[in-house]
């Protein structure tokens, strides 16, 4: 997974967590990433940085999903866009 910042090559679909109960996000965020194709992205909005979430992340899809960060910290949320490389 990638964690650097580049300008982006590809379109990216809203997805704003913060919308979302806690108890149906994990899940409802899978089932978004699980509908994405190769070279697709998932424009991810949280009110806070998801480690545990990359965790799962990792584990269910390797290597094929890449992490960028476009905003982390700050007084703003936390923006990451997932992209599904593989």
Do not use: W
Not at 34 to 54: K, Q, T
Request: negative net charge; proline residues 6%.
């Amino acid at each position: 997974m990638n964690a650097t910042a580049e300008t982006p090559t590809y379109q990216a679909y809203p997805f704003d967590a913060r919308a979302i109960a806690h108890r149906f996000r994990h899940s409802a965020i899978f089932g978004a990433l699980d509908a994405l194709e190769i070279g697709e992205a998932m424009r991810f909005v949280n009110d806070h940085d998801p480690i545990p979430l990359l965790a799962q992340m990792r584990q269910r899809y390797g290597g094929r999903i890449d992490v960028i960060y476009q905003q982390r910290g700050g007084d703003g949320p936390v923006v990451i866009d997932f992209v599904v490389t593989d």
